[in-house]
């Protein structure tokens, strides 16, 4: 069997995040075994540039960032809430990889089988970034995963000092997140082939 390849990005910068945490209980508790790359360009992505969205004047980040989408079977993203909505540093990415001006290179974001789940110490775990965060998957047509719904609200309680996920609930929710993720990762690997 092809070992799926997903992209992981967390909308946190901070060197101790919860929902970079997350990403990494991903790796450890996939039951589906993939390949769970977690993306650490994020800060480097310069604010989206339309006069320099194409693939001669994007900068060399965001070409990769792109490719790196483009060439993944899926896409895991882990968002704090902030303001109420999507951190500026992701949706900045989102951007960025929500576009094919030439109509040659792929929409990276076009049909991606696409998660999402959120962490914050609050007792609303980033639930409201988590739906802004669906609204903007529905002009990409990203596929993403309806349900289940991670919302991993009071965070600080739920890894130990090492930051292990140790809280079960959330390993049980986080391994029915990725088995939802890998049926539409099959779904659309056996569309490409038949
Ligand atoms: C600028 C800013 C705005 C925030 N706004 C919200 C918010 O609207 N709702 C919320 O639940 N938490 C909010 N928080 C708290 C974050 O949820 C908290 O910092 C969280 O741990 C960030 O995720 P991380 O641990 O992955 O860095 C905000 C934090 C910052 C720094």
């Known amino acids: 069997m ?7 990005i967390s909308g946190s910068l901070r060197a101790d995040s919860h929902n ?42 965001v070409n990769d960032l792109r490719r790196r989408v483009l060439e993944a079977d899926g896409l895991l993203i882990a968002t704090p809430e902030f303001n109420y909505s999507i951190p500026g540093a992701l949706k900045n990415a989102i951007d960025w990889l929500s576009t ?4 040659t290179e792929g929409q990276p974001l076009s049909r991606k089988p696409t998660a999402v789940m959120g962490a914050a110490p609050t007792n609303f775990g980033s639930v409201r970034a988590q739906l802004a ?23 600080h309680e739920r890894f130990d000092a090492e930051g ?31």
């Open 100 to 103: 094919d001006f030439t109509g």
């Open 2 to 8: 092809t070992t799926s390849k997903i992209i992981a």
């Open 164 to 194: 292990n996920l140790t809280d079960e609930t959330t390993i049980a929710l986080l391994q029915d997140l990725l088995t939802a993720l890998h049926r539409k990762i099959a779904v659309a690997r056996a569309a490409r082939v038949g």
């Open 20 to 61: 970079t945490l997350l990403l990494r209980a991903a790796q450890k508790f996939d039951p589906g075994s993939a390949e769970i790359e977690i993306y650490d360009g994020l800060r480097e992505i310069p604010p989206y540039d339309q006069d320099l969205d194409n693939p001669e004047q994007r900068p060399a980040v």
């Open 133 to 155: 965060l669906r609204q903007v998957f529905v002009w990409t047509e990203s596929d993403i995963v309806v349900k289940p719904e991670v919302v991993v609200f009071r965070s």
